[in-house]
């Protein structure tokens, strides 16, 4: 089926047999559990709202492989302009869920495989690039949620895969058939892994001959045999418990990571998109990451929309609209979440077709992108916190507000304007208490920083593609120096 509805998926999900771990316990029924169904419904609005009319031109397209339409997080972009709509496409689904929603890893990794196979086939005649595209065709036939996972524990930083005391830091091969491969290991932070069907692994660094075991790619089921998933504590995480839709701040949508060990879990021949070929570890690492890092001028500008809305609220139900420093705070909030989004349609539409046939960002403006992003969610968020004020941290729960003792209170003391209810007032405080502190702070503020790469992985990419040396002869030139 090449459109799924958000019940379809929600359902596709249930059938799954995913062995999760949360709070030490075994969780049964995921889908209906109160901690992790929020981001499950994160990742059901990108099959939502590719069932809308007003939507349709964003979220989905026709498929290169399959002909069909499909949802564009299944895509393997053909043009910049695909690539500049998959931006908005992830701006408008911060915007609705505010939120990790989770789809886009699964997406950057498509369209990192699709033109490294092709290369790896290339220099030494294998077969990765048709497996991928075999599998590329079994996902958009099936509109599949796909986690993209990179990240390996790594150990000792200042020591490569295999020379780590314990070999399994970094994923590897333990084991190879004739019919295909057995591998060990882990991969941490995995967005929305437990809200997808699948996982497409792949090294996280540039490997060097003695690493091969560690040049591993491939794609299982997130319920094979050997998969297990330890869902990461977010802070609030267990607010949702309470019962209180207004505590939470957002109730409806959030994000999730998990640490995912792969306990010996055999791969198929046909689903191996690099086995052994350590020279082009890299090159996938790269650009699964240029991607990603592209899709952050997207998503976190969509966030930070819905952010700067509270804010702007926030003044509103104080009478704080109209003070000169509100105003221009509201400014610099929009200045700094459009820059953003500046370089994510930047690096979009100076994208180039790659030697497979796909589109690829422009790197160093890729890098650009989430570089800023390291930083302006972090001022964006200051900003709220000073327009929301101290009441944010430190207002009494939804329990106290419906006290018959203490409620009363509550109303007569937190009255901002007149004509805002306490309760509204209370339900903005608490979606930037949940954007800047709490569950989604995750995905907007340390994910702004870690996410896709920490600071320091864009800066050495900045220093690789940033022509200093051209530089420097434009100077020459313009100073008459001839050497
Ligand atoms: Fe998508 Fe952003 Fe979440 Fe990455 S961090 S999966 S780009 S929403
Ligand atoms: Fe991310």
Not at 51 to 75: A, W
Not at 159 to 170: E, F, G, V
Not at 299 to 325: E, F, P, R, T
């Amino acid at each position: 089926m090449a459109l799924m509805t958000g019940e379809q998926f929600i359902e596709s999900i249930r059938k799954m047999n995913m062995q999760i771990y949360m709070f030490g316990e075994k969780v049964e029924n995921p889908v209906d559990n109160p901690i992790l169904r929020p981001s499950l419904n994160s990742v059901r609005a990108t099959y939502d709202l590719a069932q809308m009319p007003e939507y349709e031109d964003l979220m989905t397209v026709k498929s290169s492989i399959t002909g069909e339409k499909i949802n564009r997080f299944c895509h393997i972009h053909q043009s910049t302009e695909d690539l500049i709509k998959k931006v908005k496409m992830q701006r408008l689904l911060g915007q609705k869920t505010a939120s990790c929603f989770q789809r886009c890893v699964g997406m950057d990794a498509f369209n990192a495989e699709f033109s490294t196979t092709y290369e790896i086939d290339k220099a030494h005649g294998t077969k990765y690039h048709e497996n991928f595209v075999n599998y590329m065709r079994f996902v958009q036939e099936n509109d599949m949620t796909v986690d993209g996972a990179m990240t390996d524990p790594k150990g000792d930083r200042a020591l490569s895969p295999s020379k780590q005391a314990d070999p399994d830091l970094y994923l590897r091969v333990v084991e190879r058939r004739p019919d295909g491969v057995v591998v060990r290991g882990a991969k941490a932070h995995q967005t929305g892994i437990c809200n997808s069907q699948e996982v497409i692994v792949m090294p996280t660094i540039a490997l060097s001959p003695e690493d091969k075991d560690y040049a591993i790619s491939f794609a299982v089921p997130v319920d094979a045999e050997g998969i297990l998933m330890i869902i990461g504590r977010q802070s609030c995480d267990t607010r949702k418990l309470e019962g209180s839709q207004l505590d939470v701040g957002n109730s409806q949508y959030g994000g999730v990571e998990a640490l995912v060990v792969f306990n010996d879990v055999f791969v198929p021949n046909d689903r191996i998109f690099l086995n052994g070929e350590t020279e082009f570890a890299g090159m996938l690492v790269e650009r699964f990451a240029g991607y990603h890092r592209q899709s952050y001028g997207g998503c976190k500008v969509g966030v930070g929309d819905v952010l700067i809305g509270a804010a702007a609220l926030a003044a509103d139900y104080n009478g704080a609209q109209k003070a000169s420093h509100v105003k221009d705070k509201l400014i610099e909030m929009t200045h700094l979440n459009e820059t953003l989004y500046s370089s994510g349609i930047a690096c979009s539409a100076e994208g180039s077709k790659t030697e497979s046939g796909n589109y690829i960002i422009d790197l160093l403006l890729a890098n650009v992108c989430k570089q800023n992003v390291t930083r302006f969610p972090y001022e964006i968020a200051r900003l709220a916190e000073d327009i929301a004020g101290g009441l944010m941290v430190t207002a009494p729960s939804e329990k106290d507000l419906k006290d018959p003792v203490v409620g009363p209170y509550v109303e007569k003391y937190l009255k901002g304007v007149n004509a805002v209810s306490v309760e509204n007032r209370l339900r903005i405080l608490r979606l930037i208490e949940n954007l800047t502190l709490g569950t989604a702070a995750v995905g907007y503020r340390t994910e702004s920083m870690h996410g896709a790469g920490s600071p320091q992985a864009q800066r050495i990419m900045i220093a690789r593609q940033g022509n200093i040396n051209g530089k420097k002869e434009l100077a020459k030139a313009i100073a008459q120096i001839t050497e």
